[in-house]
C-alpha cells in the first residue's frame, strides 16, 4: 500500500490562508501547492466517480483549469469542499455527454473465484460494483468511505441536505454488501 | 434501530456506548448479523485504503500546460476589456466630435439647395453692409428668382419686412431708373453686427468694382461666381510603416478615410477614422517543476497498521512552516522560453486640420495635423501629403505621416498586459475627391 502522507493534509491554517490568497490573485506557485495538495484525492475521485480511467484523466484535468479560471469565485477557506464539488460536476458532466452505460452486471462478482482473497481482486470487484450504483448514491459513498469527507462536507459539495447524505451513504454502502457479498463472505470465511 | 444502522454508525465512529453494546450484543447473538457486519468492516476498509491509485504524471504537464494556455486567454481577455472600455471612450468622443461639427453638417445639407444657400449668405452680406446697392442688387434678385424658402429663411434671419413681389417690383424699378438704391427707405432691415456662422464659410462677396453690374442685377450665373459653395474632401489612404519606437511593434499598417470641410480658400477640416495593425512579439519563459520518476519510485509507502475495529486511522503528518516550491532535490525543472507573433489591430477616429501651403499648377502641398482617441488611447499625428490633381474632382496623394499612438504589450509570465505609447513614421497614397 502506498501513500504519500504530504498529500493529505500538508496545507493548514495560516499557511492554507496565504497560499488560498495567492491562488485568487493568480499566482502559479500557489497553484502548484494546491495542485500537489488535491491531486491524488481529485484523481481518485473521478475515477471511482466515471468509473473510466479515460474519463477520469479528462474530468482531473477539467477540474483543476476550471479551479485556476474561476478562482475568483472561491469565496471560502474551505478549498476542499469548493475543488470537490467542481470535480463532481465535471464528472456528471462527462459521463452525461459520453453517455455512458452502467455495464452489464458481471457475473464474476458472484463467483467464488480463486483468487477472491486477493485484496486487488477485491478492489477491482469494488471497483466494478462502485460503477453499477446510481450515481448520487456513488458520490456520496466516495465522498464518504474513500475520500473521507464529513457529512457536512458531502452536503456541501454535492448540494443537499445532511440527512439525506447520511441516507444516500448507508443506502450505498448496503447496495455494495450485497453485490460483494459473494466474495467478501468467502473472504471472511 | 436496525442493525445496519448500527453497522453503519459504527463506519462512521458516531456510535454512542449504549449503541456499542447493543450492536455487539446483536452480532454475538445473530450469526447473519455477524456475518453482515464483518463485510462492512471488509468493504469499508477495502475502501478507505483503496489507494493504489497514483495520477499519471503526464497529467501534470498537461494540466499545467492548459493552466498556461488558459492564462494566455486571460490575457487576451484582458485586451478584450481594454477594447470594451476603449470603444466606449472612442464611442463617445465621436459623439462629441459630430456635435462639435454640427454646424459645419448644417452648412453641407443645404448644398442640395445650393443657390438658396448662397442667397442666404447674400441677405446676410446685405443686413451686414446695408448701404451698399450692389449688395442689395443681389439680394434683390434672389428673391426675385421666386425662391421662396430662400427668401424666408433670410426673412427669418435678417428681420426683413419684405412682402411679396410687389415691393420686389417696386425696387425693381428704382433700381432700373439707376439711382442708388438706399435700401433704408425701401426695406426696413435691421443691422446685424455679428455675422452668422454660415458667413464663415462661404467667400466675401466682392465689392462693387470687383463686378460687372449688367443691366443693373446679376445673373444667376453671376451670383455662383460672388460666392463660394462649401466644398468637400473626400480621401481613402493607405498607409505602410517605415519605422517606429514601440518596442516590439512590426509590420505596421493603417487604412483610413476622412471627410472634410472647406473653411477657407487652402484650410480643411474634418473627421479621419482608420484601423492600424501590427504584430507584436511576446517573448516569455515557464519554468514546470515535477517530481521525477526515481523520486517518485523511491518513496517509501507507509505501513498503516489497519486496525479494523477503528473507523479512522491517523496518518503521519508533515506540516511545513512555510511557503516553499516543490523540493529542488527530487524535482525536474523545466525552462522554456517562447517568442510568440501577434496581430493586433486598433479602429481610431481623428480630427483634423489641414491647410494646403504650395500649389503649383495641378501639384499642391498639404499639411495636416489631427488628434483623436483610438481603442487603446489618443492618437494624435502630423501628415504631410502632395497632391497630383488629375482633373475633375480626383486627386493622387502621396505622403508621409509622424504618428503617435498606444501599443499592446503582453508580459505573459506575470499575466498581465499593457499599453506603451510609441511614434511611428508611415507612408501613405491615396486618392483625394473634392467637389
Known amino acids: 500500500m502506498r501513500y504519500n502522507p504530504n498529500h493529505r493534509r500538508s496545507l493548514e491554517g495560516g499557511l492554507l490562508i496565504q497560499v488560498l490568497e495567492e491562488f485568487r490573485g493568480g499566482s502559479r506557485d500557489a497553484f502548484r501547492l494546491l495542485y500537489d495538495r488535491f491531486e491524488y484525492p481529485i484523481y481518485r475521485f473521478c475515477k471511482h466517480l466515471t468509473g473510466d480511467e479515460a474519463t477520469a484523466r479528462d474530468a482531473f484535468q477539467e477540474t483543476f483549469i476550471k479551479m485556476y479560471e474561476h478562482r475568483c469565485d472561491l469565496k471560502t477557506i474551505n478549498i476542499e469542499s469548493w475543488l470537490f464539488s467542481i470535480a463532481r460536476r465535471v464528472c456528471l458532466n462527462l459521463i452525461r455527454m459520453r453517455r455512458r452505460q452502467h455495464e452489464a452486471f458481471d457475473e464474476r462478482l458472484h463467483t467464488n473465484s480463486a483468487s477472491s482473497e486477493s485484496d486487488d481482486i477485491l478492489r477491482d470487484h469494488l471497483s466494478r460494483a462502485l460503477s453499477m450504483l446510481p450515481l448520487s ?17 458531502i452536503a456541501d459539495i454535492v448540494g443537499i441536505d445532511l440527512s439525506l447524505a447520511k441516507v444516500r451513504v448507508f443506502r450505498a454502502r448496503l447496495i455494495l454488501r450485497r453485490i460483494l457479498s459473494p466474495i467478501v463472505t468467502e473472504r471472511s470465511s | 434501530m436496525t442493525v445496519e444502522r448500527l453497522i453503519s454508525a459504527y463506519l462512521d465512529g458516531d456510535l454512542t456506548p449504549e449503541q456499542d453494546e447493543l450492536l455487539r ?33 503526464d497529467l501534470r504537464k498537461s494540466v499545467f500546460g492548459a493552466i498556461e494556455a488558459s492564462a ?207 504584430s507584436i512579439e511576446y517573448s516569455t519563459s515557464s519554468l514546470l517543476g515535477a517530481p521525477d520518476e526515481a523520486s517518485m519510485a523511491s518513496r517509501e ?29 527530487t524535482t525536474h525543472y523545466s525552462a522554456s522560453q517562447f517568442t510568440t507573433s501577434s496581430r493586433q489591430s486598433t479602429v481610431w477616429g481623428t480630427a483634423f486640420y489641414e491647410r494646403r501651403f504650395i500649389t503649383l499648377s495641378s501639384l499642391s502641398l498639404n499639411a495636416r495635423a489631427a488628434a483623436g482617441v483610438g481603442e487603446d488611447g489618443l492618437i494624435g499625428y502630423g501628415r504631410l501629403i502632395g497632391e497630383w490633381r488629375l482633373g475633375g474632382v480626383v486627386s493622387l496623394v502621396i505622403g508621409s505621416e509622424l504618428r503617435t499612438m498606444p501599443f499592446r504589450t503582453g508580459t505573459r509570465n506575470n499575466n498581465q498586459s499593457g499599453i506603451n505609447y510609441g511614434t511611428i513614421l508611415t507612408g501613405l497614397t491615396g486618392v483625394h475627391v473634392r467637389f
Open chain 1, 137 to 153: 448514491l456513488r458520490e456520496a459513498i466516495i465522498l464518504r468511505d474513500i475520500e473521507g469527507h464529513s457529512y457536512a462536507d
Open chain 2, 25 to 57: 450484543t446483536r452480532i454475538s447473538a445473530d450469526p447473519a448479523a455477524h456475518e453482515a457486519f464483518d463485510a462492512a468492516v471488509i468493504l469499508h476498509i477495502s475502501m478507505c485504503y483503496e489507494d493504489r491509485t497514483e495520477v499519471p504524471l
Open chain 2, 72 to 278: 494566455n486567454q486571460a490575457s487576451a481577455g484582458r485586451f478584450r476589456n481594454i477594447k470594451s472600455v476603449a470603444s466606449r471612450k472612442f464611442g463617445t468622443m465621436v459623439v462629441m466630435l459630430f456635435l462639435l461639427c454640427l454646424p459645419i453638417t448644417d452648412s453641407f445639407l443645404e448644398l442640395n439647395s445650393f443657390r438658396d444657400s448662397s442667397i442666404f449668405f447674400d441677405v446676410n452680406q446685405v443686413s451686414g453692409a446695408a448701404n451698399s446697392a450692389t449688395n442689395m442688387k443681389a439680394s434683390i434678385h434672389g428673391t426675385g428668382e421666386g425662391r421662396e424658402s430662400a427668401l424666408g429663411i433670410s426673412r427669418q434671419a435678417a428681420g426683413y419686412a419684405i412682402d411679396g413681389d410687389d415691393e420686389l417690383a417696386t425696387l425693381r424699378a428704382k433700381n432700373d431708373n439707376s439711382t442708388e438704391l438706399n435700401s433704408n427707405q425701401s426695406v426696413e432691415q435691421p443691422r446685424i453686427e455679428q455675422p452668422t456662422l454660415n458667413s464663415l464659410f462661404s467667400r466675401p462677396l466682392p465689392t462693387a468694382s470687383e463686378t460687372e453690374d449688367r443691366d443693373g442685377i446679376y445673373s444667376s450665373a453671376d451670383l455662383n461666381n460672388t460666392t463660394q459653395r462649401t466644398r468637400i474632401s473626400l480621401a481613402t489612404m493607405y498607409g505602410e510603416g517605415f519605422g517606429s519606437n514601440a518596442s516590439g511593434a512590426t509590420n505596421i499598417s493603417q487604412v483610413a478615410a476622412s471627410i472634410g470641410y472647406e473653411m477657407g480658400k487652402e484650410d480643411f477640416v474634418g473627421l479621419e477614422f482608420g484601423a492600424t495593425s501590427y
Open chain 2, 301 to 329: 509507502p507507509i505501513d498503516v497498521a489497519i486496525q479494523p475495529q477503528a473507523s479512522t486511522v491517523q496518518m503521519p503528518m508533515e506540516q511545513p512552516t512555510k511557503l516553499t516550491s516543490p523540493d529542488p532535490a
